[in-house]
């Protein structure tokens, strides 16, 4: 996932000043000096570490309030200057000026939005509340400001050259569709809005990450955990020691419906306890309860996307998608979800005689699923969970895997680097240089799950490379993995092994951005491409020369046997029908919330949620959404509103592009090199559809998609 928080968009686009009455004699005004007493804030100024790597050993909680107000201030008085100014509009005092802007409260909006989703506290959290509507105000001040908007309007794009163009155009549209062309009064209504929804937002993320924390469930008989390694139930008594429950074991939830864990619980009793956990976290009445936040939330979006002139909050956020409409969106959707629950009733099918020949007694629950279909797929494929993890272990999936494949498709090397400050102990780092030896992007990476961390994974930039500002990427990937107990490896799944390779390929979008201008560098393209080079990268796990270089046992040093990479991949159809119903069944979910046009249509949060997966055929009652609505932290929190659908918009390029890199080569620098030209290298400065066009020479294709599942032969 490519971290969108609204506290992120920070470009000069997500600054706004709104000052049609200021005076000519203010036009002139100075920007305003820092005050003495912000000399050691480490945001005043650019970061002495190299690439202007955050000082996170100066950075502390009280620095981010003096510098966003400062940064405020600042960034205000530097649009009314160019929204003001007496001289004839030209694409350099103007957009230019544009994307130069706000240099104090970028740095410290970046940093404060990373550590707010990865590391955050009491403080950060009050902050995060208290900003978030002021951030929008300021962001409005920007969108809604008519003078600035009709200085856009009249630059000409003669004698641009082709990422100038790109730029003015991605201007005049992101102020269109965020209501420049609105009367006065409907610009006061929105701006209102905009504070409220931006407010709603925070709050929710707070109450989740607060919800999951005390969701976890804790046991006091090792026994309920039969069927965990050793090193697991170790870490779920040290787990439950650090919460304060010396003695027990605690089992902390992890931000999807279905728990990694319940694949291998043989106690049925603690496998329900733990689903229901997660299942009912943000639902229970208490201070933590989202379903109010939800429900306003929904409400506000549709009234801000009627005041901009659309039907409802999905026509007006997918104009600037590949996607372009709701309409276009569902219709992939329908294409894939119909074969996808027709394979999970197979599926269903298949887990309900395991269970009736081992006399279970009992109708199959979603609880249930992934622990007798890893008894499936074991009976099916001779393949066990258990056998695969040994060969799984976190490091070596990284450095042996992850970077080896971008070292043979694109020539990346890395080193890692001990002396730059981390934000957290278990961060790490590295340097990158590309095959030329040229140094490019700094790199962190932050694995083990903490009450401090949103869930999930994604990937964030620090520093957003630029020319025009002399930048260079410096980025992050979090992830959730639960930390081993001391002195013990930190053995993963191949799922877990698949989103690393999957964030590591939003990285790698980030690494090779070759932009101009920061508003179109690297990762910042429509939500339904982001997800593309990502999904692509999952592909590198199993290609035969790399899974050989990284899955080596980890006490053993051996490499995984030839028999089980072949039952790996003779299963990697497997589960398919349940993996992709619990996924589109989320993206239809997100979509029904935003295509509502009348607030009459709205019900309580639950009951819309069984209409709406009633309504397209997800009536498999085993086969939950991957997220349920009180925990879809992506549309309620996360930029994804009316976007889920993008992961299967994506997956149909990165499927497609994948047949084609498989029947030229494969793993060669030659393919490697002509994906970074056409797909990470362009950012959002072309076509993207013509980018995709120009790598395979054909447009999108669903079948790759639907044979890549087991849908279709």
Not at 506 to 514: E, Q
Not at 528 to 540: A, L, M, R
Not at 559 to 585: C, H, R, W
Not at 607 to 612: A, M, P
Request: charged letters at 25%; hydrophobic letters at 35%.
């Amino acid at each position: 996932m490519k971290n969108i928080s609204s506290v992120l968009l920070i470009s000069a686009l997500a600054f706004n000043q709104s000052c049609t009455t200021m005076k000519q004699t203010d036009i002139q005004q100075e920007l305003p000096a820092p005050d003495p007493s912000l000399s050691s804030n480490p945001f005043m100024k650019k970061s002495k570490l190299q690439y202007e790597a955050p000082e996170f050993d100066k950075i502390k909680n009280e620095h981010f309030k003096p510098a966003f107000d400062f940064g405020l201030k600042q960034h205000e008085a530097e649009i009314i200057k160019i929204a003001n100014n007496p001289a004839a509009p030209t694409f350099e005092n103007t957009i230019v000026a544009l994307e130069k802007s706000g240099e104090v409260l970028r740095r410290a909006q970046i940093v404060f939005s990373n550590l707010t989703g990865a590391n955050t506290n009491p403080t950060l959290q009050a902050l995060d509340e208290e900003y978030a509507p002021i951030f929008a105000a300021h962001s409005d001040k920007l969108y809604l400001n008519e003078n600035l908007y009709k200085r856009i309007q009249s630059i000409r794009e003669d004698g641009l050259d082709s990422e100038s163009k790109r730029l003015l155009q991605y201007y005049k549209q992101n102020f269109e569709i965020a209501g420049a062309n609105l009367s006065a009064a409907d610009k006061e209504k929105l701006k209102q809005i905009n504070q409220e929804l931006a407010s709603l937002s925070t709050q929710y993320s707070n109450k989740l990450l607060e919800a999951r924390k005390q969701g976890g469930v804790f046991f006091s008989d090792a026994k309920e955990l039969d069927g965990l390694s050793a090193d697991e139930i170790a870490a779920a008594a040290s787990d439950a020691k650090t919460a304060g429950q010396p003695g027990k074991y605690l089992l902390a939830l992890q931000n999807t419906t279905q728990q990694p864990l319940l694949q291998n619980l043989k106690n049925r009793a603690t496998r329900e306890k733990l689903f229901k956990a997660s299942w009912t976290r943000a639902e229970k009445g208490d201070a933590n309860d989202t379903r109010s936040t939800i429900e306003q939330l929904a409400k506000l979006r549709l009234k801000k996307a009627q005041i901009l002139g659309k039907k409802n909050f999905a026509e007006w956020k997918l104009q600037d998608q590949m996607a372009k409409t709701p309409e276009a969106a569902t219709k992939l959707m329908n294409q894939i979800a119909t074969p996808a629950v027709e394979t999970a009733r197979r599926e269903a099918k298949d887990i309900q005689d395991l269970i009736d020949q081992q006399k279970g007694g009992f109708k199959v629950e979603p609880w249930d699923w992934n622990f007798y279909a890893e008894q499936v797929r074991k009976a099916k494929f001779d393949l066990d969970e258990s056998q695969i993890k040994p060969y799984f272990e976190i490091t070596t999936v990284l450095e042996k895997g992850v970077f080896f494949a971008a070292e043979k498709f694109y020539g990346l090397t890395f080193k890692k680097r001990t002396d730059l400050p981390v934000y957290h102990p278990d961060v790490v780092t590295y340097e990158v240089f590309d095959h030329d030896g040229k140094s490019i992007a700094i790199y962190y990476l932050d694995f083990y799950t903490r009450d401090s961390k949103n869930g999930g994974a994604w990937m964030s930039n620090f520093v957003e490379q630029s020319y025009l500002l002399g930048t260079k990427p410096v980025i992050v990937n979090c992830y959730n993995y639960q930390k081993p107990a001391p002195g013990k490896p930190s053995l993963i799944s191949y799922d877990d092994v698949s989103t690393i390779f999957h964030e590591f390929g939003h990285s790698i979008h980030g690494m090779f951005a070759s932009q101009k201008y920061p508003s179109l560098s690297g990762t910042n393209v429509p939500r339904d491409f982001v997800e593309f080079p990502s999904q692509i990268n999952e592909h590198w796990a199993l290609d035969p020369v790399v899974l050989k270089n990284y899955a080596v046992h980890y006490e053993t040093k051996q490499p995984i046997p030839q028999a089980l990479v072949d039952k790996i991949k003779k299963a990697s159809t497997f589960n398919q029908g349940y993996m992709t119903t619990e996924l589109v069944s989320a993206a239809e979910l997100d979509m029904d919330w935003h295509t509502v046009s009348n607030e009459s249509q709205f019900i309580p949060v639950l009951d819309f949620e069984k209409q709406s997966l009633a309504s397209h055929g997800f009536n498999l009652a085993t086969v939950p959404p991957r997220y349920h609505t009180p925990y879809f932290a992506h549309i309620w929190g996360g930029g994804y509103s009316a976007g889920y659908y993008a992961y299967l918009w994506s997956e149909t390029l990165d499927n497609d592009a994948w047949e084609w890199i498989s029947k030229n080569g494969g793993l060669t620098r030659e393919n490697g090199d002509r994906f970074r030209k056409y797909i990470l290298s362009v950012g959002n400065s072309v076509d993207l559809n013509q980018a995709f066009r120009d790598f395979t020479g054909h447009d999108p294709d669903i079948k790759p998609l639907l044979r890549n599942r087991g849908f279709i032969k």
